[in-house]
């Protein structure tokens, strides 16, 4: 098991040096021009030319990306073009709205997610099941930002239960760090409540039939016992791939969603960088992103174990 | 359903819940000290260097945390700010400027010439009229502690107006050690002798920037009249909160989470105006001159008559009804290159944008221009509502006048980058690009980059005309406003028979405030000292 963890750990790096290569050459070609943003409008082309060599976006790509290198092997992502910060600054300044967004998010889609799926399945074709099949599709289909809207009109501004906007840090409070939580986590995890119900209800089904669900039916065990203990936790391992691929799903919505509610997170700054050209926030953002997501999925490989004890690394 | 709609849906519940009385302030809300004005400006404050950086939305921020040696009142005329006397030579070659006493830096250390000298050399670097001075600049020496001297080859009667303009670059006024910073380069400390201090502890970029009044501030005994007068703080501390989506900004402030949007988007004005919370009014009386921006290096704009035949066709009020609807309180007419309702404002020379348009007129005088049907590669902003919109009537132009379009649909930084671009429209250049301009800077041509016609000097599209440019000099050296207006009649005139660039219209903007907050005023900029929060 260790030693399957040190591998994949190691086989991280030539997957982080593929993006880091891939983002970089991307960016590169990509149009636009930080110095252009920087200079503002009226600025005249000389000025923008003497800002782009002082920001050293004059110089050939392989002696950038050559120094881009060198510094994030030394853990130092840069400076942010147009905020002079430390783009480790400015991601540990963001990454706690964003970081509680997808924790929330995570909880609460896997708290109704799952027993949805498993009653739909348990209910198979009759109205529970229809119903539950409709609010996956309606999950699917509808954008998150119109859910945003719709919460904020009802919770925020109708009944006045939660503000419209903002972040709270958890340092100040449960109270208030969940109550500027709820409206985003519900609009976010709607895709992702509608995908982990499918999955489980699809899988259920599956398990359902199976002759040991029978064997513990036969052997009188509970409803209850029988769907969440027996054939759940055989359902577990596609539910699980699914939720950790799901997090992809998150990350994209959670740009998305801070827009909407104004949270001050990892999403916006990722779109603020983009539209300004900020390479060195972009990058940054991108690799950490990347980490993140080769560490989820190490993490759920790791909990297969887990749920099916015939797996073994 | 349209976006408009939409955001209407999205952004109603203000309005209904005001309606229906539900008024009560959220969490967010009821922690907030009274003391403390929340504003949503126009944009991200990413960096906060006005003089190396020149976007708006920094100078705005600067306003409150360095002062200028002289500001522009209402009335458009420079009025003494950090500056206690001035004294100009017989010969008109020498500046002596002596600053106020007791003014000091948010560090403690007092405002001394040496500061003022540094701080105006590396605006001068930067700023068009500042470039200007530093051209027949003979020397800028610190006197004394309180006194400083610039002595020219030449005399500048535009002096008092190149220190007091709010066009960005302003003159503002640093610390000698961070004003010798290279003017192509950032400022790492934010140190200014303003009315309020900037707390860079609490700086988010892309969140939020807070700025503490700083009691060290001497304000003048005159009353405030924009940049100029005294600027009396009345709140501790003003939280300038970042709200990239309007529909969010609107309901936050119907909801009393933030007292002051700094520019609400026309479509959700109905909403705020029937919020009896909510005052809504005209946010700068100066506005903005939107803009059709031709390439004169490639035909068949290099020639013209294919310009005046854009112009002849082109109808402002299909631009400005694209832009801001139908309320005719937002948008004016303006067969001019100059702010409407400015005293420098003529229409001399403005015809061809006058009147019925000529399609059949275009198309011929496109015909003489040798147009042969070659795309016209046009570049639009999707992420820019006002470069959108003039995008899409501008296509529609275009094909009425029989012009073969090439509509790029790309965003403003890509916009920002190519229009640099001098390689012909089918090599990665361009033949159109839209653009809007402060109607502050249009109201003569001190800090009017567009209206430059000195070839590779000039604005992107590089126009070239020896008139307009000695037109331009003409106002420079104006003595009086009774030649300063022939030279802009002059002016005017040239650009327009030239083509310069097509004016698609005069447009205005609203802002928004909570009604417990009162002393805002209408400006090209938002002030913050006299406003109070009750």
Redesign the interface.
């Known amino acids: 098991m260790f030693a399957y963890i040190v591998r994949r750990v190691l086989a991280t790096i030539p997957v982080m040096a593929i993006v880091a290569l891939f983002v970089f050459s991307l960016l590169y070609i990509a149009?636009?021009?930080?110095a252009?943003?920087?200079?503002?409008?009226?600025?005249?082309?000389?000025?923008?030319e003497?800002?782009r060599?002082?920001l050293g976006l004059d110089r050939p790509f392989l002696v950038r990306f050559g120094e881009w290198v060198f510094r994030i092997l030394r853990g130092d992502l840069g400076v942010?073009i147009?905020?002079?910060?430390p783009v480790t600054r400015?991601i540990a300044?963001?990454i706690e709205p964003t970081l509680s967004l997808m924790v929330v998010t995570l909880f609460l889609a896997i708290s109704i997610a799952v027993p949805m799926g498993v009653v739909a399945a348990w209910k198979a074709g009759s109205w529970i099941d229809r119903a539950v099949m409709a609010f996956a599709v309606l999950g699917f289909s509808v954008p998150v930002f119109?859910v945003g809207?719709l919460l904020?009109?009802?919770f925020?501004?109708?009944l006045?239960w939660?503000?419209?906007?903002?972040y709270?840090p958890f340092a100040e409070g449960l109270g208030?760090w969940l109550?500027?939580l709820v409206l985003p986590s519900v609009a976010l995890g709607g895709v992702y409540i509608a995908l982990i119900a499918r999955i489980t209800r699809a899988t259920m089904l599956e398990v359902l039939q199976q002759d040991y669900i029978r064997t513990a039916r036969a052997k009188g065990a509970g409803q209850g016992t029988m769907l969440f203990v027996h054939a759940l936790k055989n359902a577990a391992v596609p539910i699980v791939t699914v939720i950790g691929i799901g997090v992809a799903l998150l990350i994209g919505g959670a740009v998305v969603t801070e827009?909407?509610?104004?949270i001050?997170g990892l999403g916006?700054?990722t779109?603020?960088a983009i539209?300004?050209?900020?390479y060195p926030v972009i990058q940054g953002v991108i690799l950490l992103f990347s980490f993140v997501y080769v560490l989820v999925n190490l993490l759920i490989d790791l909990s297969y174990t887990l749920f099916d004890p015939r797996i073994r690394y | 359903m349209e976006r408009r709609s939409f955001l209407k849906l999205a952004a109603g519940a203000g309005g209904a819940t005001a309606l229906g009385g539900g008024l009560a302030a959220p969490a967010l809300a009821q922690g907030a000290g009274a003391r403390t004005l929340r504003f949503v400006p126009q944009a991200n404050l990413a960096n906060f260097d006005p003089i190396w950086g020149t976007q708006y939305v920094v100078r705005n921020a600067a306003m409150l945390v360095w002062d200028t040696l002289y500001g522009f009142d209402s009335k458009l005329q420079p009025q003494r700010q950090m500056v206690e006397s001035e004294e100009v030579s017989a010969d008109g070659l020498t500046w002596t400027f002596k600053l106020r006493s007791g003014l000091k830096f948010h560090d403690g250390e007092p405002v001394l010439a040496k500061d003022a000298v540094a701080s105006m050399a590396r605006w001068a670097v930067r700023d068009p009229m500042g470039q200007m001075i530093r051209a027949i600049q003979n020397e800028l020496v610190a006197v004394d502690d309180r006194t400083f001297r610039w002595s020219l080859k030449q005399p500048y009667p535009k002096m008092l107006l190149a220190l007091a303009k709010n066009n960005s670059p302003c003159s503002f006024v640093m610390p000698e050690r961070i004003a010798k910073t290279d003017p192509f380069q950032q400022i790492t400390e934010y140190v200014g002798s303003g009315p309020f201090r900037f707390v860079k502890d609490e700086w988010v970029p892309g969140a939020k920037a807070s700025f503490a009044k700083f009691d060290g501030y001497v304000p003048r005994e005159e009353a405030a009249d924009w940049m100029a007068g005294g600027k009396r703080v009345m709140v501790d501390k003003v939280e300038w909160v970042i709200m990239p989506d309007p529909a969010t900004a609107s309901s936050a402030l119907q909801n009393g989470e933030v007292d002051w949007w700094e520019n609400p988007i026309a479509d959700l004005v109905p909403l705020l105006k029937r919020n009896r919370n909510v005052n809504v009014d005209i946010a700068d009386p100066l506005g903005n001159v939107g803009s059709f921006r031709m390439n004169h290096l490639h035909a068949p704009f290099n020639d013209p008559r294919a310009r005046r035949a854009v112009m002849m066709a082109l109808s402002q009020e299909d631009y400005m009804r694209a832009l801001v609807g139908d309320n005719p309180e937002l948008w004016k007419s303006m067969p001019s290159f100059f702010t409407p309702g400015t005293p420098l404002y003529t229409e001399v020379g403005g015809d061809i944008l006058k009147g019925k348009r000529d399609y059949e007129g275009a198309k011929k005088l496109l015909k003489e221009a040798g147009y042969d049907g070659q795309p016209i590669t046009i570049l639009v902003a999707q992420d820019q509502p006002i470069t959108k919109a003039f995008g899409d009537v501008s296509a529609d132009l275009l094909k009425r006048i029989g012009m073969n379009v090439d509509f790029v649909a790309t965003d403003w930084g890509t916009v920002g980058s190519r229009r640099a671009m001098k390689n012909p429209p089918g090599q990665g250049g361009w033949h159109i690009f839209h653009t809007w301009h402060a109607g502050a800077d249009c109201i003569n041509p001190a800090a009017y980059t567009a209206i430059r016609a000195n070839g590779d000097g000039a604005w992107f599209g590089w126009p070239k005309s020896e008139a307009i440019e000695a037109a331009r000099d003409a106002w420079f050296a104006a003595p009086d406003m009774t030649a300063e207006k022939a030279a802009i009649d002059k002016l005017n005139k040239e650009a327009m028979d030239f083509g310069l660039y097509a004016p698609t219209g005069f447009f205005l903007s609203y802002q928004a405030w909570r009604k417990n907050v009162s002393g805002v005023v209408k400006a090209p900029i938002p002030f913050f000292w006299g406003v109070t929060k009750s």
């Open positions: 149009p636009g021009d930080p252009a943003v920087i200079a503002g409008d009226q600025a005249t082309p000389a000025d923008v003497r800002i060599a002082s942010s147009f905020t002079n910060l400015m300044q963001r119109v809207y904020a009109y009802y925020a501004l109708e006045d939660f503000p419209v906007q903002g709270t208030p109550s500027n827009s909407v509610f104004a001050p916006r700054l779109v603020d539209l300004r050209r900020d």
